[in-house]
Protein backbone atom coordinates (compact mmCIF):
# COMPACT_ATOMS: atom_id res chain seq x y z
CA UNK A 1 0.00 0.00 0.00
CA UNK A 2 0.94 4.23 -0.20
CA UNK A 3 3.20 5.12 2.22
CA UNK A 4 4.22 8.17 3.65
CA UNK A 5 5.91 8.73 6.18
CA UNK A 6 7.38 12.24 8.12
CA UNK A 7 9.92 13.28 10.11
CA UNK A 8 10.67 14.25 12.88
CA UNK A 9 8.61 11.90 14.84
CA UNK A 10 8.95 13.79 18.08
CA UNK A 11 10.47 17.29 18.87
CA UNK A 12 10.82 19.40 21.71
CA UNK A 13 11.64 23.19 20.95
CA UNK A 14 12.13 26.57 22.97
CA UNK A 15 9.36 29.02 22.88
CA UNK A 16 10.09 31.46 20.16
CA UNK A 17 11.99 29.09 17.81
CA UNK A 18 10.87 27.55 14.59
CA UNK A 19 10.48 23.68 13.83
CA UNK A 20 9.98 22.43 10.19
CA UNK A 21 8.27 18.72 9.78
CA UNK A 22 8.77 16.88 6.80
CA UNK A 23 6.07 14.10 5.01
CA UNK A 24 7.31 12.35 2.33
CA UNK A 25 5.39 9.78 0.02
CA UNK A 26 7.65 7.01 -0.08
CA UNK A 27 6.14 5.09 -3.19
CA UNK A 28 3.59 7.63 -4.81
CA UNK A 29 3.60 10.87 -6.59
CA UNK A 30 1.64 12.99 -4.65
CA UNK A 31 -0.29 15.70 -6.55
CA UNK A 32 -2.08 16.64 -3.19
CA UNK A 33 -0.84 16.68 0.30
CA UNK A 34 -2.62 17.86 3.76
CA UNK A 35 -1.87 19.02 7.18
CA UNK A 36 -3.52 17.97 10.06
CA UNK A 37 -2.90 18.86 13.91
CA UNK A 38 -4.90 16.88 16.49
CA UNK A 39 -5.34 17.79 20.23
CA UNK A 40 -5.77 15.71 22.76
CA UNK A 41 -8.75 13.47 22.71
CA UNK A 42 -9.87 15.75 19.66
CA UNK A 43 -10.77 15.02 16.01
CA UNK A 44 -8.19 15.79 13.16
CA UNK A 45 -8.49 19.17 11.86
CA UNK A 46 -7.61 20.44 8.44
CA UNK A 47 -5.08 23.23 8.29
CA UNK A 48 -4.13 23.40 4.69
CA UNK A 49 -3.72 21.83 1.30
CA UNK A 50 -0.95 21.96 -0.29
CA UNK A 51 -0.40 21.25 -3.90
CA UNK A 52 3.12 20.99 -5.74
CA UNK A 53 4.27 24.04 -7.02
CA UNK A 54 1.56 26.68 -5.90
CA UNK A 55 0.67 28.33 -2.64
CA UNK A 56 -1.22 26.23 -0.24
CA UNK A 57 -4.91 26.85 0.84
CA UNK A 58 -5.20 27.56 4.32
CA UNK A 59 -8.54 26.85 6.56
CA UNK A 60 -10.69 29.70 8.29
CA UNK A 61 -8.55 30.74 11.14
CA UNK A 62 -4.60 28.97 10.49
CA UNK A 63 -2.21 31.63 10.08
CA UNK A 64 -0.43 31.26 6.97
CA UNK A 65 2.60 33.19 8.52
CA UNK A 66 2.80 31.13 11.54
CA UNK A 67 2.65 27.83 9.65
CA UNK A 68 4.42 27.69 6.65
CA UNK A 69 3.91 25.08 3.92
CA UNK A 70 6.08 24.21 1.10
CA UNK A 71 5.11 21.37 -1.32
CA UNK A 72 8.49 21.50 -3.58
CA UNK A 73 8.23 18.23 -4.85
CA UNK A 74 5.50 15.57 -5.70
CA UNK A 75 7.00 13.42 -2.86
CA UNK A 76 7.76 16.52 -0.34
CA UNK A 77 5.75 18.81 1.35
CA UNK A 78 7.28 20.44 4.97
CA UNK A 79 5.45 22.45 7.63
CA UNK A 80 7.29 24.84 9.65
CA UNK A 81 6.02 26.09 12.62
CA UNK A 82 7.52 29.92 13.45
CA UNK A 83 8.36 31.13 16.48
CA UNK A 84 6.13 28.72 18.03
CA UNK A 85 4.80 28.83 21.25
CA UNK A 86 3.26 26.38 24.09
CA UNK A 87 0.17 26.28 22.74
CA UNK A 88 1.48 25.53 19.53
CA UNK A 89 2.05 21.81 20.84
CA UNK A 90 0.31 19.10 19.12
CA UNK A 91 -0.02 16.47 17.17
CA UNK A 92 0.58 16.97 13.38
CA UNK A 93 0.04 14.52 10.70
CA UNK A 94 0.13 14.67 7.30
CA UNK A 95 -1.52 13.26 4.45
CA UNK A 96 -0.97 12.38 0.55
CA UNK A 97 -3.44 11.63 -2.38
CA UNK A 98 -1.96 10.07 -5.53
CA UNK A 99 -4.17 11.06 -7.98
CA UNK A 100 -7.74 12.71 -8.24
CA UNK A 101 -8.59 14.83 -5.28
CA UNK A 102 -10.95 12.22 -4.24
CA UNK A 103 -8.80 9.01 -4.10
CA UNK A 104 -8.36 8.37 0.15
CA UNK A 105 -5.77 10.00 1.51
CA UNK A 106 -2.83 7.93 3.34
CA UNK A 107 -1.25 9.28 6.52
CA UNK A 108 1.78 9.67 7.70
CA UNK A 109 2.49 8.52 11.21
CA UNK A 110 2.49 12.17 12.91
CA UNK A 111 4.75 13.96 15.34
CA UNK A 112 4.44 15.02 18.39
CA UNK A 113 5.35 18.59 18.64
CA UNK A 114 5.98 20.05 22.69
CA UNK A 115 6.72 23.59 22.58
CA UNK A 116 8.50 24.67 26.22
CA UNK B 1 -19.96 23.82 14.72
CA UNK B 2 -19.07 20.10 14.64
CA UNK B 3 -20.22 18.79 11.11
CA UNK B 4 -19.22 15.13 11.67
CA UNK B 5 -20.25 13.75 15.27
CA UNK B 6 -19.34 10.79 17.13
CA UNK B 7 -21.86 10.97 20.06
CA UNK B 8 -19.87 7.97 21.90
CA UNK B 9 -16.35 8.57 23.06
CA UNK B 10 -15.49 4.93 24.05
CA UNK B 11 -17.43 1.16 23.56
CA UNK B 12 -16.23 -1.98 25.16
CA UNK B 13 -16.90 -5.02 23.59
CA UNK B 14 -16.28 -8.64 24.32
CA UNK B 15 -13.97 -10.70 21.81
CA UNK B 16 -16.10 -12.51 18.93
CA UNK B 17 -19.36 -9.74 19.57
CA UNK B 18 -20.02 -7.06 17.12
CA UNK B 19 -18.64 -3.84 17.14
CA UNK B 20 -20.82 -0.59 15.86
CA UNK B 21 -19.89 2.85 16.28
CA UNK B 22 -21.97 5.34 14.90
CA UNK B 23 -21.67 8.53 13.02
CA UNK B 24 -23.69 11.49 12.46
CA UNK B 25 -23.43 14.15 9.84
CA UNK B 26 -24.85 17.20 9.48
CA UNK B 27 -23.94 18.69 5.91
CA UNK B 28 -26.08 17.28 3.40
CA UNK B 29 -23.75 17.62 0.38
CA UNK B 30 -21.41 15.28 1.84
CA UNK B 31 -21.54 12.15 -0.43
CA UNK B 32 -18.32 10.36 0.08
CA UNK B 33 -17.70 8.58 4.05
CA UNK B 34 -14.65 6.66 5.40
CA UNK B 35 -13.67 5.07 8.37
CA UNK B 36 -10.10 5.34 9.76
CA UNK B 37 -8.53 3.75 12.46
CA UNK B 38 -5.91 5.18 14.61
CA UNK B 39 -3.33 4.25 17.53
CA UNK B 40 -1.38 6.51 19.57
CA UNK B 41 0.77 8.33 18.45
CA UNK B 42 -0.06 6.93 14.95
CA UNK B 43 -1.38 8.95 11.85
CA UNK B 44 -4.78 7.32 11.03
CA UNK B 45 -4.96 3.82 8.65
CA UNK B 46 -7.88 3.68 5.98
CA UNK B 47 -10.40 1.23 7.15
CA UNK B 48 -13.56 0.98 4.64
CA UNK B 49 -15.39 3.68 2.26
CA UNK B 50 -18.69 4.47 1.18
CA UNK B 51 -19.91 6.81 -1.55
CA UNK B 52 -23.62 8.15 -1.05
CA UNK B 53 -24.93 6.05 -4.00
CA UNK B 54 -24.35 3.22 -2.34
CA UNK B 55 -25.96 2.51 1.17
CA UNK B 56 -23.89 -0.63 2.27
CA UNK B 57 -20.13 -1.79 1.82
CA UNK B 58 -18.24 -4.59 3.47
CA UNK B 59 -15.19 -5.38 3.46
CA UNK B 60 -14.09 -8.64 5.08
CA UNK B 61 -14.96 -8.00 9.39
CA UNK B 62 -16.27 -4.57 8.56
CA UNK B 63 -19.34 -2.95 7.21
CA UNK B 64 -20.44 0.40 6.84
CA UNK B 65 -23.83 1.26 6.14
CA UNK B 66 -25.29 4.57 5.51
CA UNK B 67 -28.76 6.09 5.72
CA UNK B 68 -28.44 9.17 3.77
CA UNK B 69 -32.21 10.41 5.27
CA UNK B 70 -31.10 9.91 8.54
CA UNK B 71 -27.37 11.46 7.72
CA UNK B 72 -25.89 8.50 9.43
CA UNK B 73 -23.50 5.93 9.41
CA UNK B 74 -22.23 2.96 11.16
CA UNK B 75 -19.24 0.51 11.21
CA UNK B 76 -20.19 -2.64 12.14
CA UNK B 77 -16.83 -4.95 13.03
CA UNK B 78 -17.84 -8.74 13.28
CA UNK B 79 -16.42 -10.67 14.95
CA UNK B 80 -14.67 -8.26 17.32
CA UNK B 81 -11.07 -8.70 17.70
CA UNK B 82 -8.65 -7.62 20.27
CA UNK B 83 -6.68 -6.28 18.09
CA UNK B 84 -9.39 -3.83 17.20
CA UNK B 85 -8.72 -2.05 20.18
CA UNK B 86 -8.26 1.44 18.50
CA UNK B 87 -9.55 5.14 17.98
CA UNK B 88 -12.16 5.26 15.10
CA UNK B 89 -12.66 8.42 13.23
CA UNK B 90 -15.54 8.86 10.58
CA UNK B 91 -14.33 10.79 7.99
CA UNK B 92 -16.49 12.65 4.97
CA UNK B 93 -16.31 14.78 2.18
CA UNK B 94 -18.24 17.13 -0.30
CA UNK B 95 -18.63 16.32 -3.76
CA UNK B 96 -16.05 18.54 -5.64
CA UNK B 97 -13.70 18.88 -2.82
CA UNK B 98 -11.08 16.84 -1.28
CA UNK B 99 -11.40 17.92 2.24
CA UNK B 100 -12.81 15.32 4.90
CA UNK B 101 -14.35 16.59 7.48
CA UNK B 102 -13.07 14.49 11.05
CA UNK B 103 -15.40 13.31 13.45
CA UNK B 104 -14.11 12.86 17.42
CA UNK B 105 -13.50 9.54 17.14
CA UNK B 106 -14.74 6.27 19.08
CA UNK B 107 -11.86 4.36 21.46
CA UNK B 108 -12.90 0.76 21.20
CA UNK B 109 -11.55 -1.84 23.52
CA UNK B 110 -12.39 -5.24 22.40
CA UNK B 111 -12.31 -7.51 25.43
CA UNK B 112 -10.73 -10.94 25.40
Known amino acids: GAVVSQHPSRVICKSGTSVKIECRSL??????MFWYRQFPKQSLMLMAT?????????EQGVEKDKFLINHASLTLSTLTVTSAHPEDSSFYIC????????????FGPGTRLTVT | DQQVKQNSPSLSVQEGRISILNCDYT??????FLWYKKYPAEGPTFLIS?????DKNEDGRFTVFLNKSAKHLSLHIVPSQPGDSAVYFC???????????FGTGTRLKVLA
Open chain 1, 95 to 106: SASPTAPMDEQY
Open chain 1, 27 to 32: DFQATT
Open chain 1, 50 to 58: SNEGSKATY
Open chain 2, 27 to 32: NSMFDY
Open chain 2, 50 to 54: ISSIK
Open chain 2, 91 to 101: AASAKGTYKYI
